[in-house]
């Protein structure tokens, strides 16, 4: 079974600056995919970067970008440039390659302050 | 336009009543999920299906019971079983099988024991 920690779970971060949010896994599985998601106050999960394990390069989606470090199984999201509609919580997420099972780690919640 | 329908939005129940969230994707996907959230904490899977007329056990599925009759719904039924029902519901679906994908979320049910 897997199961995804995310150690921190409330950050805070002034408009405009840069914020790294936490996440590690366990796994035996050598091919899987990671998730973050966000979750703003209307509840609605939204996906905010992917990540496939065969891949070396860290995944980058505009203000989000990722620190991937397989043998320590570690999946960080940096945030850059924050701005306030990136406050929320904020999910770290595995999914195995064979196999339909998504897990959740804890949470973050993130508030961007102006 | 493709998405995931959950209904209703907020959900009352008695003590000792079974009730019913509906959950219903247009997506064509095959995989579906039901997760649990509870005030600040992660989701926590309840049951998931792969393909219709399958369906697994989460790691909460006490209480709970699903059905898969169609691709395109997958029901959730909280029973009086469950001792501790008042809680938010989130229904999602992903194309499923081994490929990088992400998972499509409903807006979510908040069910409360009154």
């Known amino acids: 079974a897997q199961t995804v920690t995310q150690s921190q779970p409330e950050m805070s971060v002034q408009e405009a600056e840069t914020v790294t949010l936490s996440c590690t896994y366990d796994t035996s599985e050598n091919n899987y995919y990671l998730f973050w998601y966000k979750q703003p106050p209307s509840r609605q999960m939204i996906l905010v970067i992917r990540?496939?394990?065969?891949?070396?390069q860290n995944a980058t989606e505009n203000r989000f970008s990722v620190n991937f470090q397989k043998a320590a199984k570690s999946f960080s999201l940096k945030i850059s440039d924050s701005q306030l509609g990136d406050t929320a919580m904020y999910f770290c997420?595995?999914?195995?390659?064979?196999?339909?099972?998504?897990?959740f780690g804890g949470g973050t919640r993130l508030m961007v302050k102006p | 336009d493709g998405g995931i329908t959950q209904s209703p939005k907020y959900l009352f129940r008695k003590e000792g009543q079974n009730v019913t969230l509906s959950c219903e994707q247009n997506?064509?996907?095959?995989?579906m999920y039901w997760y649990r959230q509870d005030p600040g904490q992660g989701l926590r899977l309840i049951y998931y299906s792969q393909i219709v007329n399958d369906f697994q056990k989460g790691d909460i599925a006490e209480g709970y019971s699903v059905s898969r009759e169609k691709k395109e719904s997958f029901p959730l039924t909280v029973t009086s079983a469950q001792k501790n029902p008042t809680a938010f519901y989130l229904c999602?679906?992903?194309?499923?099988?081994?490929?990088?994908?992400?998972?499509?979320f409903g807006q979510g049910t908040r069910l409360t024991v009154v």
């Open positions: 990540q496939e394990a065969y891949k070396q």
């Open positions: 997420a595995f999914k195995p390659e064979a196999g339909n099972m998504l897990t």
């Open positions: 999602a679906s992903s194309r499923g099988g081994s490929l990088n994908t992400e998972a499509f």
């Open positions: 997506l064509n996907h095959d995989a």
